[in-house]
């Protein structure tokens, strides 16, 4: 079976990209948000350093065998450079790379500035986690788009 | 092999390189791509064409030249072998910091076009360094630095 790798990227690659890939893999549950304690418990969530950025994440597998990773490019405007990137060097049957920037909202910006920005984040999870569930279900259509196979797209 | 020369701004700084990397500098004033705020907006990579040695150059503009270099070398890890791979040039020429500062400006509505020819301004004042340094990466590239005659 011809297997890709997904990457979900936002700015800091640590809320929503997390948070979509790991709905991707079956972790969170793509049918109801799950109760805020189990993302936030999640092992990626809100937890990149500045020297993460640029760094691909393995998260995990979904049901076909695609690997899905997660990247934080630290700039809101990454989906021409990435794509540009894997156009160049022909990989573009290899990878899929999905931008979860369109699904960040006030609370999640403002709450990640603070708890990744500024190191605050006793100050930062509270309103990430406001955006975190606001955020869920246009996740779980964002990651229902992505997860689609090339063959599944052709047959459509 | 292509090449992709990265530096805050796109359609300033990486572009005068990539021009003096294939000898087109003098067409830089007349470039549909300078100073072009639409394209730097889009931060896509931008063709700049083939060189005489082969290699396909772009150029595009990013705050973090150094976060590209990390994305693609993390891209081409994982992607196992590529065949036509990337090389990512990361440009930053002394005395062209305000460029950032002033392209961010551009993006402005009504004001933007006076930063832009400001910016434009600022870029042709460095003309010189940002081609040489074009050219010297070909030198690197194509192994010309290396043809010192010996003593």
Known sequence: MITIK?????????????????????KLDSSKTPPIGEIINLPDFDKTTQEDFGKIRKVGTDADGNEIHVLGTKNGNSGGLVSGLVDTQNLTDKFRFVDTMPYVNTWLRIG??????????????PLIRIG??????????LVREAGKTRLMEVLQ | ???????RTGVFEALTVGLGYLDQEEQLESSSTFGNMDWEKK????????ASDGNEVYCVGNKYPDIVVRI????????????????????????????????RLAMLPLVGSYFARQAKSVTLQHKDEL?????????RVTGKAAAKPLK
Do not use: C
């Open chain 1, 6 to 26: 997904v990457i979900y990227f936002d700015y800091g690659g640590s809320h929503s990209s997390v948070v979509a890939a790991h709905i991707h893999t079956g």
């Open chain 1, 112 to 125: 990640g500035w603070l708890s990744r920005g500024l190191s605050l984040p006793a100050l930062g999870r």
């Open chain 1, 132 to 141: 975190i569930l606001q955020a869920y279900p246009k996740l779980v259509s």
């Open chain 2, 1 to 7: 092999m292509n090449l992709l020369f990265v530096a």
């Open chain 2, 43 to 50: 931060a896509e990579l931008i063709y700049l064409g083939r």
């Open chain 2, 72 to 103: 693609n070398e993390e891209i081409k890890s994982l992607a196992g072998q590529v065949d036509n791979p990337l090389k990512v040039l990361p440009i930053s020429i002394p005395g062209t910091e305000s460029l950032y500062t002033l392209s």
């Open chain 2, 131 to 139: 081609v040489s340094s074009g050219k010297n990466f070909r030198d």
